[in-house]
């Protein structure tokens, strides 16, 4: 583990690097966001860099700007100032080689599993090449247990199939970034461990870049090689901590020792935010 | 270490919980809509049997439900009184189409567009506050006494609550939804086609029901007001013969094409709306 306090210059200077493991992905560079209808001053001179193929978790507390500077990274909407770069390229809006995924599953309940995880593609490029990919869209529904399930309605889903339905929608497009916003917030404790486990095998298997919104710090230790951890009002980065636990994780890494020491710092971490 | 969960005295006994339904509710339904129905028909008839109000004022269930078998019989045969509800179902059916496809198309305009939330919906909340039924005459002087001024006037107080409703289901999407659209690069017709005019059909129905019950109200007060051959006239006509069975024996066919109107929307909506949770105003599916 390796920490950078940022604490004592707020998103200042020079952007916190993560050791040299691969180009990078993600920048984000002095970004800052006021809402201008109410004056919400969300984020402020974020910097961060994400690298090749790494995972990175966002902590903070409610309200401090994450779903914001993930909303903004997709491009979905216009920063105040700043900017985030792409594989070099400024994002000015929605980009083909971004993935999202929400807390919600936000599944058409009038589409099947299929047809749903079908979606991007038939608004990308139509409904023939939509129906053209219909095994890859399988495929994918059985890479994470659905196969038999292509025709059920999104009313006859748990909420973690439903949940796992999205992934797959999110997959089928093959982007080479996710961002994903508390993805598993709404599931229960137990279907979440193995919607992380499923979500690390996927990442490593397609050595895909990831950048997810988590509230649980479990959940963002598990997951990240890199986690940065947010404090609120304005929005900053007020940590990035680096978590080389060894790879693939299960979920018996929670009960090491070492997991421990990083979920305890995380928490002090937030706990500091929250006092000041 | 253990836990105690239990007190002592109900700790072998076994625990029934009562069901906690009332009485009410567990009559099954035939029987308590019959019973419902029966109550109603015995005030009826004894308030006529007991002459509280006159009997010419009132018919009792007996003389209704005879002139209704009379009419059904002279409908049957293509009477005067087919011809009346032919017509008067014409009015209504013309009317409701218009009201829902001019309701529709404003829906989509107030809901899509800033231009119509702020342009248009103020001019149609004003119109909504308007008196509509004493446009009445100024439809007669436009289109006659035939059924076209009668279509414009179900038409007319017909089609707001479509508008009212198709604007509010367009924007009941889900936003993170249209978030996840927009990052899939959607068009604006796209995230309109395939995301927020499916998620506001159960919307739209509901308006389109209320504009099925409001345009028999349209065509039957465009009669009473402006003449013409409908039920609506022979309505009028009969009540001022003081044939007072008669004018139920109307307007129960009246309602009745309101109803088959009302269910053929439903059945449809069922068709479409799949998806969606039951409707507990929904009489069919209950
Ligand atoms: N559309 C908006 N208009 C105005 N203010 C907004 C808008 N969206 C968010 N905000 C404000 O910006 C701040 C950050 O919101 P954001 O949703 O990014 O927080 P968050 O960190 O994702 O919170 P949570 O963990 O609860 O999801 C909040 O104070 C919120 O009030
Ligand atoms: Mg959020």
Redesign the interface.
Known sequence: MASHQTGERPGAGEPVRSPPSGSAVLEVKNLSKTYARNQVHALDRINLTIRDGQFASIIGPSGCGKSTLLKIMAGLFPPSAGQVLLTGTPVQGPRPDIGMMFQQATLLPWRTSLDNVLLPIEIRHGSRAAQSRRGLAGELLSLVGLSGFEKAYPGELSGGMAQRVAICRMLVTEPSVLLLDEPFGALDELTRERMNEELQRICTERSATAFMVTHSIAEAVFLADVLFVMSSRPGRISEVIEIDLPRPRDFSVTTEPDFGKIVHHVRQQLDLGAQL | MTTQVTTDDAADAPVVYEETESLLDRVPRAVSITVLGLLGLGIWQAAVSLELISRILLPGPAETFGEIVESAAGIVARDHVFDALWITTQEVILGFIAAAALGFGLGVVVGETKFGQRAVMPYLVGFNALPKVAFAPVFVAWLGFGINSKIMMALFIAFFPVIVDTAAGLASA?R??V????????SRW?TLR??KL?AALPFIFAGLKTAAVFSVVGAVVGEYLGGGKGLGELVRLSAQQLRIDRVFALIFYLSLLGLALFAVIGWIERKI????RADPTDVASA
Request: glycine share 6%.
């Open positions: 889900d993170d939804t978030m996840l659209f927009r990052a899939m690069g959607a796209q395939k995301l499916p709306v799949f998806w969606h």
